[in-house]
């Protein structure tokens, strides 16, 4: 069977399934190619953390089907996230994340285990500066990420935030051995000679915990492995900085951190404790004040608007803490209810009208001060998401 593999993954952590999927479809005896007009069959990998993401990929399972006529194999988090949605609109052969590898070999009738083909994920940098890159190349995906080397050091996500899809399809939380990601590091920042490198996971700040190290280790250990290397540090939940605070305050000193993402989500008490959030706004006020004290000016973060039972209080004071502390980066996402989500048991509801209100105005307020904010329904993550859909 000739396969055409489709990712609408928004996220770099997910090129590693991908990556695994391909070497299992090969190594099953089927034929990868380059277009869906060749395939006989399209496996398309979902997104749908947010709802644009979510609805995009709906829109492109239907426009595989209806367009080309071909067979859909549906993979990555829908499944998982909204199994009732995709149902009501797909019929087709469904790979759902968390229970992949018996699906795995039923649909491309194998018996080989899919799991030998997982690896340590390390990726070259695609440019130096992206801004610049996608000036030059319009078409192209390239993200904030693909100036730096990639390398994921874990998957899986251990906290229980009450809004999060994603821990609804994560597999079990596991992390690379600091070994094998020091050399596959090596190895690529050789290869470019690129030494800013990213560190992706899907909860950064975790890592180690089920291995016997720490973050702080990790980067020390990497540091002390590649001369000049600068990391930026994604998906890195606040507590987890706080939790080794004095070692991440002295690692940035030291020159070791470049950029951080840091997402808050909200920095109104009574919210973050809805969202099972292990922080309160002085925490992060605390984080905050000590970048703005050192002068890092690489930081970017993520909230939601219109959190179940999200007063305009509420909105005002998140709004108010990051033009405090002025972050680089906002992305700003429009609360996204599930079923299987704990958040969906809260009360009462924003309306669709509000949340999307507070978004414009929160977009206008950070346009306003200079920040850089992008939104899911702004021409940003419309363009993200017509470059994401461009065929290969």
């Keep these: 069977m000739r396969i055409f593999v489709k990712g609408l993954n928004s996220c770099p952590m997910r090129k590693q399934n991908l990556e695994q999927y391909c070497s299992f479809i090969a190594a099953s005896g089927h034929r990868l190619v380059n277009t869906p007009q060749e395939a006989d069959a399209v496996l398309v990998w979902t997104c749908a953390f947010r709802g644009d993401l979510r609805d995009n990929s709906l829109h492109e399972i ?137 560190l992706i996971a899907d909860s950064l700040g975790e890592y180690g915990c089920d291995i016997g190290y720490t973050l702080p280790e990790l980067i020390r250990i990497l540091a002390g492995a590649i001369p000049g290397v600068k990391l930026a540090l994604g998906n890195l939940n606040p507590a987890s900085f706080l939790q080794y605070f004095d070692e991440m305050q002295e690692l940035l000193c030291n020159g070791h951190i470049r950029h951080l993402n840091l997402p808050l989500q909200s920095a ?89 209100l507070r978004l414009r105005e929160f977009e206008r307020r950070m346009k306003q001060a200079g920040i850089l904010c992008n939104t899911d329904d702004s021409e940003l993550s419309a363009d993200r998401l017509r470059r994401l859909n461009l065929v290969k």
């Design 62 to 198: 239907d426009r595989y089907q209806n367009e080309l006529g071909v067979r859909v194999i549906v993979a990555g988090c829908l499944p998982d996230i909204d199994p009732g949605l995709l149902r009501s609109r797909f019929k087709g052969d469904i790979i759902p994340w968390r229970t992949d590898i018996q699906r795995l070999k039923e649909v491309f009738g194998s018996d080989m285990d899919p799991e030998q083909f997982r690896t340590v994920f390390a990726e070259a940098n695609i440019c130096n500066d992206t801004m610049k890159y996608r000036r030059e190349n319009p078409d192209s995906d390239a993200t904030f990420h693909d100036q730096f080397v990639k390398l994921l050091v874990s998957e899986g996500c251990r906290f229980d935030c009450s809004y999060c899809s994603e821990k609804l399809a994560f597999p079990t939380y596991r992390s690379f051995q600091p070994e094998e990601l020091m050399e596959s590091c090596r190895r690529i920042v050789a290869m470019t000679g690129r030494r800013e490198v990213i």
């Design 268 to 356: 109104s008490d009574r919210i973050l404790k809805l969202m099972n959030r292990p922080y309160t706004k002085h925490d992060i006020g605390r984080l905050f004040g000590m970048l703005n004290d050192k002068c890092f000016t690489e930081f970017d973060t993520h909230l939601i608007i219109g959190f179940p039972s999200e007063t305009d209080a509420d909105f005002e004071e998140t709004m108010a803490f990051v033009l405090q502390y002025r972050p680089k980066y906002i992305l700003a996402s429009n609360y996204m209810e599930s079923p299987g989500m704990a958040s969906a048991k809260i009360h009462p509801k924003i309306p669709t009208e509000t949340r999307q």
